[in-house]
């Protein structure tokens, strides 16, 4: 759908009512946590209307063209209303609008009402204390599918439960022609989340790190002309020079419950980026590389071949006989490392480095091993299978 149709869609919704004028059928969300389930539960409490729908859907549309998943983080709700992750990096896709009533100003209203006695008063510092711990949390709305949306229906608010579950509670508002609001709990899938707006309150794990899209931007020329997105060692970029690319990525299943998002992968290549000695004195000049971005597949693309032309090699030579490659979905947890061997060749004997490369230890490690450069050279352009993903490699 074109952002204009979305856009006049949005604008025929009903802007908020009376938040007064609610039959809920739901429990109210606790105010001394900022649990997911108590975040979801504070969200299907809001008047949400047209204008907050917009937002909140222009936020995860900036997300996605960022290179991330169709997200809106509780930070860039309080401080940028209708920024996508990247944006406040300075290099994003930006969020033009202005909102006379942002969803923070919703929550705000609601908190302070609900720490509003008896007396009719307000603890102004623990509403403050509620509001600053909700924006520097890492939860966030992920709106799954969001590029299907209607532009009027209001979502269902559900929250990730964790583990492997496939279900969970929604909670769906409901508004009659009086203005009269209703909300009441329903189970949601992904199958409903598919045909029906859904947000989820889910904590974020990718807002930390720069997709190929950002860091394609912050050096367009990169790839001479765009060809390329991320170039990764220090070698001569020279006309004769060649570069091992990832060309294409696919991912032939998710990791993640449909509550989680999005798929994050990491895939580092460690080498000798630009290995040309020709002396075993001259070796000491040179260190090995590992070139180290993250790739998220969205859930749409389950089983697409997505181009993504990220260098791994930045100066491919003959000398280098092998390469490490691990590939990773990211899960997190305590930082270690793959310590794995890659070798050179100087006047025909093979000489060995050392190489380790970080990962997390909760992390799922989707492929690694060692390769040769014959492999590259037999099959560049030939997409191959590594673990559940398959990728095709070129050389350039």
Known sequence: MKTSKLLLLLALVPAACDPGVLDREVPEPAMDSVSLP????????LPIGGEQLSEVHAAVSASSRNG?????????LFESPGAGVGDRAGKGSGAAAQYDAP??????????ERYRTKAGETDPEAVQTYLDALAASDAQIYWPYSEEYDGKSLPVITFDPGGDATANVGYRTRVDGSGKRTVEEIVVDEDYARTHPVWVVNNNSDSGYASLEMRRRADPDWGRGGEVL?????GDDTENSRMLVLKYFKMNRNYDSWFGGASEFFVKCGSMSGFKAKTEA??????????????????RDLGSHRPFNAILISDWTDQIEDFCLLVTEDDGGTRTSWKCSASAKVQSKSYGFDLDIPYHDRDDIVWRGTLSRKFFEKYSGVTGHFGDVELTFGII
């Open 68 to 76: 991330y998943d169709e997200e809106y983080t509780m930070r860039d």
């Open 230 to 234: 991320v170039k990764g060692g220090s």
């Open 103 to 112: 969803l923070r100003s919703l929550i705000e209203t609601y908190v302070r």
């Open 282 to 299: 001259e070796m000491q000049e040179y260190y090995p590389t590992i070139t180290d971005f993250m790739i998220v597949v969205k859930r």
């Open 38 to 45: 108590d975040v979801a539960r504070l969200l299907s409490a």
